[in-house]
């Protein structure tokens, strides 16, 4: 028997609740007809030309992703707008657009930040900013590594299982610094370095640092930061969901994630003389 859209939705959101989602966040259903049957589905980190090509492809009948196509409040979605664009491909290619975002950084087990957490083998972790009424969701994750290392062993670890990407891995820290108790924090996750002074964290892993948080951070002792791609720190939820979807809906839909890479930093050029860690 077919599995509906309104199927795949329920099971979705069964793991990635809306109501952890923040107030100012659009999740849930964009376009898409509940009653329609879906027979693959394709998830991808962002709503973008490439990953649309790709669903149409492919043939997918339901595009999820993380980050949300329409974040701000529109009045319409014209086909000559770029958004409007995609929301008329996606139609006329019959698949719908399922967003989870800030509803999947917080949801526990197959979350973006467990995911990420996994992704560098940590162990024992829990939420760095857990959410109300449930202490196994919320932001950040904090957990240790099976051995302890360097910063400069954790930052060439780091930058090995995550995509690649042009920016790669910049550490901030004593790259001999003992490294075992390590925060991360899929996509913009500054906010929460005071989090991890508090569990006592070696290292944060985020992405977007800005300069004046990163620079106190070391002058009072914080912890060692590593800052990378937004888009490779969020990743490593896809295939977590996708077999998580497939497991929910007991294989009756086929699962599979976008390789397209949706960074949007596409080269750099290096510095002459660039500078090796300082010590």
Request: a negative charge; aromatic letters at 4%.
């Amino acid at each position: 028997m077919a599995v509906t859209l309104g199927e795949v939705v329920a099971a979705l959101e069964a793991r990635y609740d809306p109501a952890l989602a923040e107030e100012w966040d659009a999740v849930g259903l964009v376009c898409g007809d509940p009653d329609e049957p879906v027979r693959r589905v394709l998830f991808a980190v962002d709503p973008v030309t490439a990953v649309v090509d790709e669903v149409v492809e492919t043939g997918a009948q339901l595009l999820v992703t993380h980050h949300p196509l329409l974040l701000t409040p529109v009045h319409g979605v014209p086909a000559d707008d770029p958004k409007g664009r995609l929301v008329h491909r996606l139609i006329r290619a019959g698949a719908g657009l399922y967003v989870a975002h800030t509803n999947a950084d917080r949801a526990p087990a197959s979350g973006v930040n467990d995911a990420l957490a996994a992704a560098l083998g940590l162990t024992g972790t829990a939420p760095l900013q857990p959410a109300a009424g449930d202490p196994r969701a919320g932001l950040g994750r904090v957990g240790r590594l099976p051995e302890p290392t360097t910063l400069a062993a954790f930052a060439a670890h780091v930058a090995a299982v995550l995509p690649v990407t042009v920016g790669g891995v910049r550490a901030a820290g004593d790259p001999d610094r003992r490294i075992e108790t390590v925060a991360v924090c899929g996509g913009s996750g500054g906010s929460l370095l005071p989090a991890a002074v508090a569990a006592g964290a070696d290292v944060l892993l985020t992405s977007d640092l800005r300069h004046h948080p990163a620079s106190e951070s070391q002058e009072s002792a914080g912890p060692a930061l590593c800052d990378v791609a937004h888009f490779a720190s969020e990743w490593p939820w896809l295939p977590v969901a996708a077999e998580a979807l497939r497991g929910d809906l007991s294989g009756r839909v086929e699962v599979a994630v976008s390789r397209r890479r949706t960074d949007p930093w596409t080269w750099h050029a290096a510095s002459v003389g660039e500078p090796s860690p300082r010590r």
